[in-house]
């Protein structure tokens, strides 16, 4: 039996990281994959829960080393995905969901042509700087950078399989839940997580 692998994709301040939080809230048996990043982490993060923070030597000889299913430099950053976390968690038919940008997406994909694919918009440009301006944790330079960076992100949303528009967050998280329950009643998931009774009846 092998778990879905759900990669959920967005721009910055499109509320992907509320999203996700609260449909793991809902659906616990989703294990969330842990990235690794070379950023310095924010007021209240915690290393090993939001992200592993690795300095950059180190994060530089883990990509020779060919340990991440996907990597990414982002606003000056990089990001990178344990390849055999994620293959031993499938592997023992644990769902996983990767939060990752449409970058990482595009290389998780010709490893695991399989996977369930979600790309998070925000309702307007107007609200999405709102978002990033209430953060209070960047300056005017950066958001400026990141809503530009956005615009060209959002360009790529052809290439998920699943869109939600995140305006109102009860909704949007209905959304992303229905796309979850959907990919879990597809013949091969379905095959894959009842083969005993697929075998008696088919």
């Known amino acids: 039996m092998f778990g879905t ?15 996700v939080g609260r449909l793991l809230e809902c659906e616990p048996s989703i294990a969330l994959s842990i990235s690794c990043t070379t ?14 923070f ?3 030597d180190d994060f530089l000889q883990r990509i020779s080393r060919e340990e991440f299913l996907e990597w990414a430099e982002v606003h000056g950053n990089f990001y990178g995905t344990s390849q055999k976390w994620i293959a031993d968690q499938l592997a023992a038919g644990r769902d996983v969901l990767l939060e990752i940008d449409w970058q990482g997406a595009q290389q998780v994909r010709k490893l ?5 694919s979600v790309f998070i918009l925000p309702p307007s440009m107007t609200e999405l700087e709102r978002r990033l301006v209430g953060r209070g944790t960047d300056s005017h330079d950066v958001i400026e950078r990141r809503l530009a960076a956005a615009q060209a992100e959002m360009r790529h949303v052809g290439e998920f399989d699943y869109v939600i528009i995140n305006d109102q967050l009860d909704q949007a ?3 992303l839940r229905a796309v979850v329950r959907a990919s879990r009643l597809g013949f091969k998931a ?9 075998a008696k009846l088919i």
């Open 173 to 175: 998280l209905e959304d």
């Open 5 to 19: 692998l759900y990669v959920v994709a967005a721009p910055s301040g499109a509320g992907k990281s509320t999203l």
């Open 190 to 198: 379905q095959r894959s997580r009842h083969g005993t009774l697929f």
């Open 112 to 116: 695991f042509p399989e996977m369930v």
């Open 39 to 52: 950023r310095s982490p924010r007021a209240g993060e915690v290393d090993g829960r939001e992200y592993h």
């Open 54 to 56: 690795v300095a950059v």
